[in-house]
Nanobody, 127 residues
Framework: QVQLVESGGRLVQAGGSLRLSCAASGGTFSGATMAWFRQAPGKDREFVAAINWRGVNGYYADSVKGRFTISRDNAKNTVSLQMNSLKPEDTAVYYC????????????????????WGQGTQVTVSS
């Protein structure tokens, strides 16, 4: 079955950078939409970034635009999130998500559009 495994989360100081990775297995993902969401304590899971099957353009939440970059490698079935200029408010568990539905040029941003999820990786940004 489809499995997503995230890695790369850790404690970092404000202003620092991190790169999260997500490896997908158990299926064919070249046509899939892939995304990152995050959930801070006491808050709902929120959209961070997504990339369509072409892997050409990323789509971002306003809160991370200009600081985060999503990319994918279809040959390796991976999606990454480069996070720069991190802020304490970026502290959350970050989840990789996958939509295996019909190929979409514009990725969805709603969490209920994604059927498959990883277990999450903790990112903590200290001030």
């Amino acid at each position: 079955q489809v499995q997503l495994v995230e890695s790369g989360g850790r404690l970092v100081q404000a202003g620092g950078s991190l790169r999260l990775s997500c490896a997908a297995s158990g299926g064919t993902f070249s046509g899939a939409t892939m995304a990152w969401f995050r959930q801070a304590p006491g808050k709902d899971r929120e959209f961070v970034a997504a990339i369509n099957w072409r892997g050409v353009n990323g789509y971002y939440a306003d809160s991370v635009k200009g600081r985060f970059t999503i990319s994918r490698d279809n040959a390796k079935n991976t999606v990454s999130l480069q996070m720069n200029s991190l802020k304490p408010e970026d502290t959350a568990v970050y989840y990789c998500a996958l939509d295996l539905g019909p190929m979409k040029e514009v990725p969805p941003t709603g969490r209920f559009e994604y059927r498959y999820w990883g277990q999450g990786t903790q990112v903590t940004v200290s001030s």
